[in-house]
Nanobody, 114 residues
Framework: QVQLVESGGGLVQAGGSLRLSCQTSGYVFNMNAVGWYRQAPGKQRELVATITSSGTATYADSVKGRFTISRDNAKKTGYLQMNSLKPEDTGVYYC????????WGQGTQVTVSS
């Protein structure tokens, strides 16, 4: 079955960096897009970034120039490099893919202190 497992979250000061990883299994990774969403307390889940199977990336305006999404097809893993973190980046970050339906990871907590 499709599985997405996130790692790399944690507590960081404003201006710091984190790198999230999404280890996948159960499907043909290199044929599908992968993305990252986040959910802050009391807010709806929102799109952060996606990358297609061919490597085309899209970003939310709020993270452009600070976050970079990438993928390693050999490792079946997606990444989100987050630089210049701000307190408003705090939330649970979820890995996502779509294969006839949406699949989600369990999420990893990112907390940015001011």
């Amino acid at each position: 079955q499709v599985q997405l497992v996130e790692s790399g979250g944690g507590l960081v000061q404003a201006g710091g960096s984190l790198r999230l990883s999404c280890q996948t299994s159960g499907y043909v990774f290199n044929m599908n897009a992968v993305g990252w969403y986040r959910q802050a307390p009391g807010k709806q889940r929102e799109l952060v970034a996606t990358i297609t199977s061919s490597g085309t990336a899209t970003y939310a305006d709020s993270v452009k120039g600070r976050f970079t999404i990438s993928r390693d097809n050999a490792k079946k893993t997606g990444y989100l490099q987050m630089n210049s973190l701000k307190p408003e980046d705090t939330g649970v970050y979820y890995c996502w893919t779509f294969i006839r339906q949406e699949f989600w990871g369990q999420g990893t907590q990112v907390t940015v202190s001011s």
